[in-house]
C-alpha cells in the first residue's frame, strides 16, 4: 500500500514586523546599529562593536548605537554604560521598544543571526554584517549566516578569530556592496491563505 502523498508549500518568512515601506526604510541616516536580541550572550560581539566603533567613526564619519539588550543583567549593564561613556560617537541603549526604526535608517547593522533580527534584516535589506553565536552543539545562527553570506544577503564574520578591525573591514565591505532586494516577511499570512484554499 503506497504512503500518503504530503504536499511541501514554501509560503516565506514568517515576521512579527511591518512591511518596510510603512516604515520609510529609504530614509537613512549615517550609523551603525549593534544589537543581539535579549543580549544575554552578547558580551564578545558587544565588546567587538565597542571596540571598531572609533573606526568607522574616523575613517567615515559613522556613529554607533548599541542596543544591550533587555536580558542583560544589571551589573553587565552598568559595565557596558560606564565603557561606553568613554568612547566618543557611541550611545548605548539598554533596550528599545521596537528595533525596525533604527534598522529601517542605519547605515549598517551588525548583529548575531537570531531569526527575528534575520528576517527583519532582510525585510529592509539594510547593509549587514552577523556575528552569529555558536556554541558546540549550537549552530543554527552558523548555518543561517553562511547560506545568507553565499546568496549575497549579507557578510558572515565568524566569532571565532573575529577582531575589532576585522569587523570594521567587514562594515565597509557591506556598506560597499550596499541594501539588498527586501524581502517580504508575510508568511504566516501567505500559510493563511493556502490553507484556506484546501480546506475550500
Do not use: K
Request: charged content about 20%.
Amino acid at each position: 500500500v503506497g504512503g500518503l502523498g504530503c504536499p511541501l508549500v514554501y509560503t516565506g518568512y514568517v515576521s512579527r514586523t511591518a512591511p518596510p515601506s510603512r516604515l520609510d526604510a529609504a530614509t537613512e541616516a549615517p550609523g551603525v546599529v549593534v544589537s543581539a536580541g535579549g543580549g544575554r550572550f552578547a558580551q564578545e560581539l558587544r565588546g567587538l562593536a565597542i571596540a571598531a566603533a572609533p573606526l568607522w567613526r574616523e575613517a567615515a564619519g559613522l556613529e554607533t548605537t548599541v542596543v544591550a539588550g533587555p536580558l542583560l543583567e544589571s551589573a553587565e549593564w552598568e559595565l557596558l554604560e560606564d565603557q561606553g561613556a568613554r568612547v566618543p560617537g557611541l550611545r548605548i541603549l539598554r533596550s528599545v521598544p521596537d528595533l525596525r526604526p533604527l534598522l529601517a535608517r542605519a547605515a549598517a547593522s551588525v548583529s548575531q543571526c537570531g531569526y527575528n533580527t534575520f528576517v527583519e534584516l532582510q525585510q529592509f535589506g539594510v547593509p549587514s554584517v552577523v556575528v552569529p553565536f555558536a556554541v558546540p552543539g549550537e549552530d543554527e545562527q552558523s548555518r543561517r549566516a553562511e547560506r545568507a553570506h553565499e546568496l549575497g544577503r549579507l557578510h558572515h564574520l565568524p566569532l571565532d578569530g573575529a577582531t575589532p578591525e576585522r569587523l570594521a573591514e567587514a562594515v565597509f565591505a557591506a556598506m560597499r556592496r550596499g541594501r539588498v532586494e527586501p524581502m517580504r516577511g508575510d508568511g504566516a499570512l501567505a500559510a493563511a491563505a493556502r490553507l484556506r484554499e484546501l480546506a475550500g
